[in-house]
């Protein structure tokens, strides 16, 4: 059993009925957006067509907008009413479209600042993936699209995550910690 189908299995059990929200957190190059990829095919893979991924990366507005994007996960984005977010466009350096959320279908909402105080009540699983930067930061810097970019942005990043860290603790809030094992 591949870890997205084991943790899809404890997102539904979890869930007991109702709609899965699943919040993903961790520092950058952990894993995150790899993980909820692979949650998300799960999910369609189970008969959950609907089931939709946030994230966070379409939401930050702009490098400095990591606590923006996270309250905008509980008071945005997870709200009964017409959830959603503003989108970020990063070619512009300027907000995009407003995106709609399904309030009803399976949600998975990823990104460093997801899981946090507010947001951790309205999950029905939150997810921390703990990877040390040592090996974080080679990973992050070398994706597709990040290359000669996030470079220097990394340590202004790396402060925000640490704030976040500082205020919202969203390791101890998980309610599934993944250790991952760096290549060797």
């Not at 995550?161 to 060797?184: M, Q, T």
Request: contains cysteine; glycine residues 10%.
């Amino acid at each position: 059993m591949s870890a997205a189908a084991g943790l899809l299995d404890r997102v539904l059990a979890d869930a007991d009925g109702g709609r899965p929200v699943v919040l993903i957190d961790g520092g950058s190059g952990s894993g995150k957006t790899t993980l909820a990829g692979e949650l998300l095919a799960e999910f369609r893979a189970r008969g959950f067509d609907g089931a939709q991924l946030v994230s966070l990366d379409d939401a930050y507005p702009g490098w400095r907008g990591l606590a923006a994007a996270s309250q905008a996960v509980h008071r945005d984005m997870l709200r009964a009413e017409r959830p959603g977010y503003e989108s970020w466009d990063w070619a512009a350096d300027a907000p995009g479209p407003w995106r709609d959320v399904n309030g009803s279908a399976p949600l998975i909402i990823e990104g460093c600042g997801s899981l946090s105080r507010e947001s951790a009540p309205l999950a029905t699983t939150s997810v921390w993936i703990e990877l040390d930067e040592a090996h974080r930061k080679p990973r992050a810097l070398s994706r597709p699209g990040d290359i000669g970019v996030f470079e220097e942005f990394w340590e202004m990043w790396a402060a925000q995550e640490r704030e976040h860290w500082r205020r919202n603790a969203p390791f101890l809030l998980a309610d599934v910690v993944i250790e991952v094992v760096p290549d060797a």
